[in-house]
């Protein structure tokens, strides 16, 4: 296990009946708040009605950037840092998803900058402080919520970027299941595989004795597989929602990555996808994972992927480790299948010509032009990988 | 899944090259500091000298209590609190096992009170603030490094109780393995369990629908099983006592009981073993677990306990719910055994006719006379398991 630090400061209220607590927690911080969200869901939910009244009786003032939209925009970013430097805000509440939250950590740490935001995203800049940010969850999926990361878009130059940031990281989340069960099936599948994504991104790494870590990201990949589909059934099925939103926050809150080396090999190429098709983020990573797999096994990662068929999927042991691994891969494709994932990208659009210049892309756009993950990615490996889930 | 906020803001540097980062995390609180240890395990191991070396190089001024013992006593919290009052402390670091950050955390929020510090424990004075402190571990198994417990001995009334407060969480954790590669076998067997009974008590619930946090749970279990006999048979394993030093923590720090209804059954039990014969406490846990399952086990009770043995132990299905529940303790009283750990009370010097004041201590020593866990257990429920046990 290698050394690392662990630290997530942010509280926490999970369950139907918090929201009364969110004044009293803006006011730890400030008073004149940016409130950022997207497009109606927030309203035919009620929930922006009732945040609006908890701030007018207690005397909180508040601005908005909404209709902020799934693989978020740095224009609304702009847009929020902006009123932010205008009305001299100083807090700033995420109501949404992932994308949501990724805007408001954006809109908090370029709020004290001249620069522009973007060059927050491609490093040019690096953030010394941020506006406190809180948020309130309405999507299980991304974990953005308990983490430092943020996922930003720019349409003028093609680019989908993460980023990260001490100062991003949210002070107070609130986290209430009933407001997921208004999600549908299809988000509902697209998120569950997003949570079994970062899952599987910190969990296949080899040889790092991270043995409590890999169970940890086992318990969450069960109960994604348990309450998935589940969700996708039975939408108020209150059980399912608040395993999902629960494991969505500990998918990706530094638990499953603490001690090991998880340089993320997925992500990077769904976000070629979904930077030139706009579909959803977990999606393009459900139909990716099992090729990426299966190119990745070998005698050296076959034991570890038959270990996730054996302890995830209740493959029972008996052939060789090489049979059991292609056994787990088909588990995972066929689980995906169920929900309702597209299983190749011709099904969502994509053309074969296409392929190679994402690959370029993806390597491109990375501070070395590799993957350097559970097996070492070039820009030949990421074409073959595409080429193969085309 | 019941309502519930969760908030570890302590900040842990895990792994073997991190001490350097103490003056500077020291600093942020205060400059003069009361350290708190045991006997001479700490000098021995040279990590005594190395944290007076920081605080010379750091212009950080200190004060020592020292000689804190297991089931710590409120003597050494008494002494902590007058140094802080006479010295004007600022900040307490705690060098040690959970004894040692027990004994800190009394002294912490003890000190800015006129009242005696036992008067925190019976709850006659609840703390309003409380010094920051500081941890560097080197047991795994109380995992108090990220929570707001402690347990305090008081050996004129007799008592040894537990208590909590906000403001006793540590401000950082610094986590090490190496320092408890000094741990002898018979300690890491008893820290193995204490870990293992902190998982089983918030495991061990019915109907709530906390399927992540189980399932988490057990991942906490199998850990401990397989490397607890790894550390005890090797005990310079880093990987082994990595995992157990993590493991440690996360059974305890809020994330197991998330959401769940989890009044700890054998704890209070243990309580009174160890507050009479100064017993390890975890070897008191070890010994009374399997009996409060046997004891525990009913129709209603069953199935859960099949599912410990499935999940954790691999318990093959096939037989009654009863018979694999039956063979699930059986296991986990083997696994104790093969530890080490005695399987009597008798064995540990207990007389037949003490337990009946035993069982009355333990239930009146709790707010209600009653443990609402698991099962419903009352004074002769409890006097029937010591009797088992015997």
Request: net charge negative; hydrophobic share 35%.
């Amino acid at each position: 296990m290698k050394d690392f630090t662990f630290n997530i400061p942010t509280k926490i209220y999970f369950g139907k009946d918090n929201l009364d607590k969110l004044p009293e927690e803006i006011k730890k911080y400030g008073k004149k708040v940016l409130l950022v969200y997207g497009k109606n869901s927030i309203k035919k939910i009620g929930l922006y009605d009732e945040i609006v009244e908890l701030f007018k009786k207690n005397d909180i003032k508040y601005w908005e950037v909404s209709g902020v939209v799934p693989n978020p925009r740095i224009d609304k970013v702009r847009k929020g840092v902006e009123i932010v430097k205008k009305e001299k805000i100083d807090f700033i509440l995420a109501v949404g998803g992932g994308s949501t939250i990724d805007t408001a950590k954006l809109i908090a740490v370029a709020s004290p900058i001249e620069e522009d935001p973007w060059d927050i995203v491609i490093r040019k800049v690096t953030p010394k402080k941020g506006l406190p940010i809180g948020t309130i969850l309405t999507l299980s999926a991304t974990g953005s919520e308990t983490n430092t990361s943020s996922v930003i878009t720019n349409e003028e130059t093609g680019q989908k970027l993460g980023w990260a940031s001490e100062y991003a990281m949210p002070k107070f989340s609130f986290m209430n299941p009933e407001y997921t069960t208004f999600v549908n099936s299809y988000h509902t599948a697209a998120g569950t595989s997003d949570i079994m994504s970062h899952t599987m991104e910190n969990y296949f790494s080899l040889n790092d004795g991270a043995y409590l870590q890999d169970r940890m990201a086992e318990a969450i990949l069960k109960t994604c597989i348990y309450y998935g589909p589940i969700a996708m059934k039975d939408p108020d099925n209150y059980e399912a929602r608040a395993n999902l939103m629960w494991a969505g926050t500990w998918a990706i809150n530094g638990l499953l990555d603490s001690g090991k080396d998880t340089a993320w090999s997925v992500h990077p190429m769904e976000h070629e996808l979904s930077a030139k098709r706009d579909i959803t983020h977990g999606v393009g990573l459900a139909i990716l994972t099992p090729y990426w797999l299966e190119y990745s096994l070998s005698e050296k990662t076959e034991e570890k992927i038959a270990d996730f068929g054996y302890n995830v999927f209740d493959i029972e042991k008996g052939n060789s480790k090489r049979e059991d691994a292609e056994e787990a891969i088909k588990a995972l494709r066929e689980f995906f299948i169920s929900l309702g994932i597209p299983k190749r990208l011709r099904d969502v659009d994509f053309k074969e010509d296409e392929l190679r210049d994402m690959a370029k892309n993806c390597v491109e756009n990375r501070i070395k032009p590799e993957i350097n993950g559970f097996i070492h990615l070039e820009e030949e490996d990421v074409y073959q990988i595409y080429k193969m889930a085309f």
